[in-house]
């Protein structure tokens, strides 16, 4: 398994003083605020960290998935140092997803992942120690994601599954914690499966997504957390938002779910400031530089948050 550091540290062991940014970094790797920024320079160090072991979660997909003006923020953004990804494909950011693991899976839980996509949350899974179980429609995708963890994790390698995740998800080992960025409706297109969420009208995406949120949930074990990764898009006729958010927030809870916690993540504005006078002027349309981090609890929160209190020096 490749070395990761930063700031000279391992990653995987416990939080380290990291340049000053005070005892709450130190003893959660960020403050466990309700504003996550990734414009902050360690955020970007500990990417390009990530990065470093040849992580390309771009690889399997097609370029131009991306319709960024319907979005209404980029998702993608240029790595310092790196040329390699595509602009108008969305990349999961793995800082993001190493708090969520580190935040609120116990350690070496079994993580679920109904809509996998590229290989970012696997190799960061199994790099600091917990299991992951993904799911994605296309084979391609799945070929390109299990050839970077040969070269990744070779000792210690994500589980990926080809197949409708309305299928596969049932047959899921029991979970710890869920997480997943799910398709934004129609926003990005994968492929021209009739099963592929992104191919459906809205009304009939949010039914089959609703119907694989409620399987996902069922595997998920009593006094756990599931976190969704998710943003308003727009609707393609109208321009309005389609308040996906909100939808699948009503879509855990009529599950069974509470919302524990709500985040933003502060995104790179990318090639926003030379897009926004256009549409700006244009339409009165915002530039969006944020997504919203929905955590949800199955039972009791403070059994859960006991589950993971393992490593955070606050916990001991």
């Known amino acids: 398994m490749k070395e990761l550091t930063l700031f000279g540290e391992d990653l995987f062991g416990d939080p380290i003083e990291q340049r000053g940014r005070g005892p709450l970094a130190d003893s959660f790797y960020a403050p ?57 494909i969305s990349i999961f950011d793995p800082v993001l997803c190493e708090l969520c693991y580190r935040w ?5 839980g079994q993580i679920i992942d109904p809509f996998a996509g590229g290989s970012v949350r696997g ?35 994500p589980t990926w599954i080809c197949g409708d995740a309305l299928n596969e998800v049932p047959r899921a080992p029991g979970a710890d914690f869920i997480f997943s960025c799910p398709p934004y409706g129609d926003l990005e297109k994968y492929s021209d499966d009739p099963r592929d969420l992104s191919n459906m009208e809205y009304h009939t995406f949010l039914a089959a997504y609703k119907r694989i ?10 006094n756990r957390f599931a976190c969704f990764v998710v943003g308003d898009f727009r609707d393609k006729k109208t321009g309005n938002y389609r308040n996906f958010v909100g939808d699948t927030t009503a879509v855990f809870i009529e599950q069974g779910l509470s919302l524990y916690n709500e985040a933003i993540l502060v995104t790179a504005v990318g090639s926003l400031p030379i897009r926004i006078e256009k549409q700006f002027n244009a339409s009165r349309k915002l530039g969006k530089t944020h997504q919203n981090v929905l955590i949800f609890v199955k039972g009791s929160g403070k059994e859960a948050a006991r589950a993971c209190a393992r490593r955070d020096t606050a916990c001991r």
């Open 213 to 222: 949120i409620m399987r996902a949930c069922k595997q998920l074990k009593n």
């Open 104 to 108: 609120f899976c116990p350690s070496g």
């Open 123 to 157: 190799i960061v899974a199994h790099m600091l120690g917990f299991r992951y179980w993904g799911c994605d429609l296309r084979a391609e995708q799945i070929e390109a994601n299990e050839q970077q963890a040969i070269e990744i994790t070779p000792d210690s390698k």
């Open 32 to 88: 466990p605020f309700s504003v996550l920024s990734a414009r902050e320079g360690w955020w970007q160090e500990r990417k390009r960290a990530w990065l470093a072991l040849n992580i390309k979660g771009e690889i399997g997909r097609e370029e131009g998935l991306l319709s960024v003006d319907r979005l209404g923020y980029n998702l993608m953004e240029k790595n310092d140092g790196s040329k390699r990804h595509q602009q108008g």
